[in-house]
Protein backbone atom coordinates (compact mmCIF):
# COMPACT_ATOMS: atom_id res chain seq x y z
CA UNK A 1 0.00 0.00 0.00
CA UNK A 2 1.22 3.52 -1.12
CA UNK A 3 1.85 5.62 1.94
CA UNK A 4 1.15 9.57 1.51
CA UNK A 5 3.85 12.18 2.79
CA UNK A 6 2.40 14.22 5.45
CA UNK A 7 2.06 18.31 5.02
CA UNK A 8 5.07 19.92 7.26
CA UNK A 9 4.04 21.62 9.58
CA UNK A 10 4.83 25.64 10.17
CA UNK A 11 6.44 26.60 13.06
CA UNK A 12 2.80 28.25 14.57
CA UNK A 13 1.53 25.21 14.45
CA UNK A 14 -0.50 25.71 11.01
CA UNK A 15 -0.22 23.81 7.84
CA UNK A 16 2.57 24.94 5.35
CA UNK A 17 1.03 26.22 1.95
CA UNK A 18 2.41 24.32 -1.33
CA UNK A 19 4.55 26.38 -3.19
CA UNK A 20 3.21 27.94 -6.19
CA UNK A 21 -0.45 28.52 -4.50
CA UNK A 22 -2.25 31.51 -5.08
CA UNK A 23 -1.62 32.77 -1.94
CA UNK A 24 1.79 32.91 -2.78
CA UNK A 25 1.07 34.43 -6.21
CA UNK A 26 -0.93 37.25 -4.44
CA UNK A 27 2.14 38.02 -2.25
CA UNK A 28 4.77 38.27 -5.08
CA UNK A 29 2.11 40.73 -6.74
CA UNK A 30 2.18 42.57 -3.59
CA UNK A 31 5.70 43.02 -3.11
CA UNK A 32 5.91 43.37 -6.44
CA UNK A 33 3.74 46.25 -7.33
CA UNK A 34 3.16 47.97 -3.72
CA UNK A 35 6.17 50.32 -4.10
CA UNK A 36 5.29 51.23 -7.53
CA UNK A 37 1.42 51.84 -6.93
CA UNK A 38 2.88 53.70 -3.70
CA UNK A 39 4.48 56.32 -5.75
CA UNK A 40 2.02 56.94 -7.85
CA UNK A 41 -0.46 57.53 -5.67
CA UNK A 42 1.54 59.70 -4.07
CA UNK A 43 3.08 61.87 -7.39
CA UNK A 44 -0.29 62.22 -8.16
CA UNK A 45 -1.96 63.68 -5.01
CA UNK A 46 1.20 66.03 -5.31
CA UNK A 47 0.54 66.77 -8.41
CA UNK A 48 -2.91 67.22 -8.88
CA UNK A 49 -3.25 70.71 -7.73
CA UNK A 50 -0.77 71.52 -10.08
CA UNK A 51 -2.56 70.42 -12.96
CA UNK A 52 -6.14 71.49 -12.21
CA UNK A 53 -4.20 74.96 -12.10
CA UNK A 54 -2.72 74.38 -15.65
CA UNK A 55 -6.08 72.87 -16.96
CA UNK A 56 -7.84 75.93 -15.51
CA UNK A 57 -5.28 78.80 -17.22
CA UNK A 58 -7.41 77.46 -20.19
CA UNK A 59 -10.62 77.86 -19.50
CA UNK A 60 -13.33 80.36 -20.32
CA UNK A 61 -15.52 81.22 -17.76
CA UNK A 62 -18.77 82.95 -18.27
CA UNK A 63 -18.39 85.50 -15.04
CA UNK A 64 -15.45 86.50 -13.07
CA UNK A 65 -15.16 83.48 -10.99
CA UNK A 66 -13.04 80.86 -12.85
CA UNK A 67 -14.24 77.54 -10.53
CA UNK A 68 -16.53 75.85 -13.23
CA UNK A 69 -14.76 74.22 -16.81
CA UNK A 70 -16.60 76.10 -19.60
CA UNK A 71 -14.89 75.71 -22.49
CA UNK A 72 -11.13 75.38 -23.87
CA UNK A 73 -9.58 78.95 -24.56
CA UNK A 74 -6.12 80.85 -25.16
CA UNK A 75 -7.79 84.06 -24.37
CA UNK A 76 -6.05 84.33 -20.49
CA UNK A 77 -2.48 83.25 -22.40
CA UNK A 78 -2.56 85.84 -24.89
CA UNK A 79 -3.52 88.90 -22.36
CA UNK A 80 -2.18 87.73 -18.86
CA UNK A 81 -1.69 90.73 -17.28
CA UNK A 82 -4.73 91.69 -18.43
CA UNK A 83 -6.64 92.72 -15.04
CA UNK A 84 -5.95 95.70 -13.26
CA UNK A 85 -3.47 95.65 -11.13
CA UNK A 86 -2.32 92.15 -11.43
CA UNK A 87 0.86 93.51 -13.72
CA UNK A 88 2.46 95.45 -11.28
CA UNK A 89 1.67 92.86 -8.32
CA UNK A 90 3.74 90.45 -10.09
CA UNK A 91 6.33 92.78 -10.90
CA UNK A 92 6.90 93.61 -7.49
CA UNK A 93 6.77 90.04 -6.44
CA UNK A 94 9.42 89.15 -8.83
CA UNK A 95 11.68 92.10 -7.51
CA UNK A 96 10.97 91.21 -4.05
CA UNK A 97 12.05 87.54 -4.55
CA UNK A 98 15.42 88.25 -6.95
CA UNK A 99 16.50 90.32 -4.53
CA UNK A 100 15.31 88.27 -1.07
CA UNK A 101 17.27 85.67 -3.25
CA UNK A 102 20.23 87.31 -4.47
CA UNK A 103 20.90 88.98 -0.58
CA UNK A 104 20.33 85.86 1.62
CA UNK A 105 22.03 83.27 -0.82
CA UNK A 106 25.17 85.94 -0.62
CA UNK A 107 25.03 86.23 3.25
CA UNK A 108 24.01 82.53 3.73
CA UNK A 109 27.07 81.20 1.93
CA UNK A 110 28.93 83.25 3.96
CA UNK A 111 27.70 81.83 6.98
CA UNK A 112 27.75 78.34 6.36
CA UNK A 113 31.32 78.63 5.63
CA UNK A 114 31.88 80.50 8.55
CA UNK A 115 30.05 77.31 10.49
CA UNK A 116 31.23 74.37 9.05
CA UNK A 117 34.99 75.68 8.00
CA UNK A 118 35.79 78.08 11.49
CA UNK A 119 35.52 77.40 15.53
CA UNK A 120 34.27 81.03 17.24
CA UNK A 121 32.90 81.39 19.88
CA UNK A 122 28.99 81.12 19.91
CA UNK A 123 29.26 79.22 16.98
CA UNK A 124 26.59 76.37 18.64
CA UNK A 125 24.20 79.41 19.90
CA UNK A 126 24.31 80.80 15.84
CA UNK A 127 23.83 76.91 15.00
CA UNK A 128 20.88 77.12 16.95
CA UNK A 129 19.69 80.58 16.03
CA UNK A 130 19.66 79.98 12.34
CA UNK A 131 17.02 77.32 12.89
CA UNK A 132 15.02 80.04 14.81
CA UNK A 133 13.05 81.60 11.90
CA UNK A 134 12.45 77.97 10.28
CA UNK A 135 11.13 76.55 13.43
CA UNK A 136 8.75 79.84 14.34
CA UNK A 137 5.12 80.06 12.81
CA UNK A 138 4.82 82.89 10.00
CA UNK A 139 2.08 84.38 12.30
CA UNK A 140 4.50 85.11 14.73
CA UNK A 141 7.28 86.26 12.91
CA UNK A 142 5.23 88.51 10.77
CA UNK A 143 3.71 90.59 14.29
CA UNK A 144 7.22 90.73 15.38
CA UNK A 145 8.38 92.24 12.27
CA UNK A 146 5.52 94.40 12.47
CA UNK A 147 6.21 95.32 16.08
CA UNK A 148 9.48 95.91 15.38
CA UNK A 149 9.08 98.31 11.98
CA UNK A 150 6.57 100.57 14.39
CA UNK A 151 8.87 100.76 16.97
CA UNK A 152 11.76 102.06 15.11
CA UNK A 153 10.10 105.14 14.49
CA UNK A 154 11.36 105.99 18.31
CA UNK A 155 14.53 105.60 17.60
CA UNK A 156 16.36 108.09 16.66
CA UNK A 157 18.86 106.60 15.18
CA UNK A 158 17.16 104.93 12.37
CA UNK A 159 16.60 107.55 9.51
CA UNK A 160 12.65 108.43 9.33
CA UNK A 161 10.88 106.51 6.80
CA UNK A 162 13.78 103.76 6.29
CA UNK A 163 11.56 101.01 7.81
CA UNK A 164 8.32 102.65 8.55
CA UNK A 165 5.60 103.53 6.67
CA UNK A 166 5.60 99.67 5.59
CA UNK A 167 6.97 99.46 2.02
CA UNK A 168 8.80 97.28 -0.60
CA UNK A 169 12.02 97.91 1.85
CA UNK A 170 10.06 96.06 4.58
CA UNK A 171 8.99 93.38 2.95
CA UNK A 172 12.62 92.97 1.19
CA UNK A 173 13.89 93.10 4.85
CA UNK A 174 11.39 90.04 5.92
CA UNK A 175 11.97 88.12 3.24
CA UNK A 176 15.71 88.40 3.42
CA UNK A 177 15.36 87.46 7.14
CA UNK A 178 13.64 84.34 6.78
CA UNK A 179 15.24 83.20 3.72
CA UNK A 180 18.79 83.03 5.40
CA UNK A 181 17.92 80.10 7.41
CA UNK A 182 17.04 78.44 4.59
CA UNK A 183 20.00 79.27 2.64
CA UNK A 184 21.92 78.66 5.49
CA UNK A 185 20.96 74.78 6.48
CA UNK A 186 21.10 74.09 2.47
CA UNK A 187 24.38 74.89 1.88
CA UNK A 188 25.80 73.47 5.19
CA UNK A 189 24.85 70.11 4.11
CA UNK A 190 26.86 70.45 0.80
CA UNK A 191 30.10 71.77 2.92
CA UNK A 192 29.99 68.82 5.39
CA UNK A 193 30.69 66.11 2.25
CA UNK A 194 32.82 68.44 0.97
CA UNK A 195 36.53 67.09 -0.15
CA UNK A 196 39.02 69.42 1.92
CA UNK A 197 42.20 67.89 0.25
CA UNK A 198 41.35 69.54 -3.00
CA UNK A 199 41.72 73.05 -1.79
CA UNK A 200 44.82 71.85 -0.17
CA UNK A 201 46.17 70.56 -3.40
CA UNK A 202 45.56 74.29 -4.97
CA UNK A 203 47.49 75.79 -2.02
CA UNK A 204 50.58 73.22 -2.42
CA UNK A 205 49.98 74.54 -6.22
CA UNK A 206 50.90 78.31 -4.92
CA UNK A 207 47.04 79.33 -5.13
CA UNK A 208 45.57 81.75 -2.32
CA UNK A 209 42.85 81.99 -0.85
CA UNK A 210 40.71 83.61 -3.33
CA UNK A 211 42.15 81.81 -6.49
CA UNK A 212 41.30 78.77 -4.36
CA UNK A 213 37.88 79.88 -3.16
CA UNK A 214 36.85 80.36 -7.25
CA UNK A 215 38.29 78.09 -8.94
CA UNK A 216 37.99 74.87 -6.55
CA UNK A 217 35.80 75.39 -3.53
CA UNK A 218 33.21 77.37 -5.78
CA UNK A 219 32.37 74.93 -8.34
CA UNK A 220 32.11 72.46 -5.70
CA UNK A 221 29.17 73.64 -3.75
CA UNK A 222 27.52 75.43 -6.95
CA UNK A 223 24.88 72.93 -7.02
CA UNK A 224 24.09 73.37 -3.49
CA UNK A 225 24.23 77.24 -3.78
CA UNK A 226 21.97 76.93 -6.89
CA UNK A 227 19.13 75.03 -4.55
CA UNK A 228 19.27 76.90 -1.68
CA UNK A 229 18.75 79.71 -4.27
CA UNK A 230 16.12 78.34 -5.66
CA UNK A 231 14.58 77.60 -2.49
CA UNK A 232 14.66 80.87 -1.90
CA UNK A 233 13.24 82.00 -4.49
CA UNK A 234 10.17 79.90 -4.38
CA UNK A 235 9.54 80.60 -0.68
CA UNK A 236 9.86 84.24 -0.88
CA UNK A 237 7.43 84.87 -4.45
CA UNK A 238 4.67 83.32 -2.59
CA UNK A 239 4.75 84.31 0.83
CA UNK A 240 1.65 85.50 1.99
CA UNK A 241 1.48 85.66 5.67
CA UNK A 242 5.01 87.92 6.78
CA UNK A 243 3.80 89.79 3.91
CA UNK A 244 0.64 90.53 4.92
CA UNK A 245 1.87 92.20 8.26
CA UNK A 246 4.80 93.96 6.32
CA UNK A 247 3.44 95.27 3.31
CA UNK A 248 1.33 97.90 4.12
CA UNK A 249 -0.06 99.89 0.73
CA UNK A 250 1.81 97.42 -0.92
CA UNK A 251 0.55 94.47 -3.03
CA UNK A 252 1.97 91.87 -3.87
CA UNK A 253 0.90 88.74 -5.96
CA UNK A 254 -0.36 86.46 -3.19
CA UNK A 255 -2.14 89.58 -1.49
CA UNK A 256 -3.46 90.36 -5.00
CA UNK A 257 -5.17 86.75 -5.34
CA UNK A 258 -6.06 87.02 -1.46
CA UNK A 259 -8.05 89.95 -2.33
CA UNK A 260 -9.24 88.66 -5.32
CA UNK A 261 -10.74 85.84 -4.45
CA UNK A 262 -13.87 87.89 -3.22
CA UNK A 263 -14.87 88.93 -5.99
CA UNK A 264 -13.82 85.98 -8.22
CA UNK A 265 -10.07 84.93 -9.39
CA UNK A 266 -9.06 86.04 -12.90
CA UNK A 267 -8.18 83.15 -15.23
CA UNK A 268 -4.63 85.21 -15.30
CA UNK A 269 -3.77 83.56 -12.20
CA UNK A 270 -3.87 80.63 -13.28
CA UNK A 271 -1.75 81.89 -16.11
CA UNK A 272 1.01 83.65 -13.78
CA UNK A 273 0.98 80.69 -11.73
CA UNK A 274 1.69 77.44 -14.92
CA UNK A 275 4.69 80.15 -15.89
CA UNK A 276 6.19 80.34 -12.35
CA UNK A 277 5.56 76.38 -12.04
CA UNK A 278 6.98 75.81 -15.99
CA UNK A 279 10.05 78.30 -14.77
CA UNK A 280 10.81 76.50 -11.79
CA UNK A 281 10.86 73.05 -13.27
CA UNK A 282 12.89 74.19 -15.94
CA UNK A 283 15.42 75.83 -13.74
CA UNK A 284 15.37 72.20 -11.79
CA UNK A 285 15.99 70.10 -15.22
CA UNK A 286 18.96 72.06 -15.78
CA UNK A 287 20.56 72.03 -12.75
CA UNK A 288 20.03 67.92 -12.65
CA UNK A 289 21.58 67.95 -16.41
CA UNK A 290 24.40 70.21 -15.40
CA UNK A 291 24.99 68.30 -12.04
CA UNK A 292 25.05 65.42 -13.34
CA UNK A 293 27.51 66.71 -16.68
CA UNK A 294 30.01 67.27 -13.38
CA UNK A 295 29.18 64.30 -11.53
CA UNK A 296 32.49 62.70 -11.89
CA UNK A 297 34.39 62.81 -8.67
CA UNK A 298 37.95 64.45 -9.05
CA UNK A 299 39.93 62.12 -6.87
CA UNK A 300 38.24 59.13 -9.22
CA UNK A 301 39.27 61.08 -12.21
CA UNK A 302 42.80 61.47 -10.83
CA UNK A 303 43.27 58.05 -10.06
CA UNK A 304 41.62 56.66 -13.54
CA UNK A 305 44.83 58.81 -15.34
CA UNK A 306 47.01 57.50 -12.40
CA UNK A 307 46.14 53.89 -13.35
CA UNK A 308 46.21 54.57 -17.11
CA UNK A 309 49.65 56.24 -16.82
Known amino acids: MAVTPATPATPTGGLARPAGTPWKRFRRFVSRWSLPVYVFVAVAYLALPVLVMIAFSFNDPTGRANLTWN ?6 WLNPLGPAGLGDAVLRSVVIAALSTLIATT ?12 SFRGRAATN ?30 VPKGLLYPLGMSTILIAHV ?21 LEEAARDLFADDWTTFWKVTFPLILPGVVAAALLAFSLSIDDYVITAFTAGQTTTFPLYIFGAQQRGIPVQVNVIGTIIFLTAVAFVVFTTVMSRRQRTDPVDSASIGTKEE
Open 71 to 76: GFSIDA
Open 107 to 118: IGVLMALALVRH
Open 128 to 157: LLVFLPMSTPEIVLGTSLLTLFITTTQWSF
Open 177 to 197: MFNISFVVVTVRARLLGFPTH
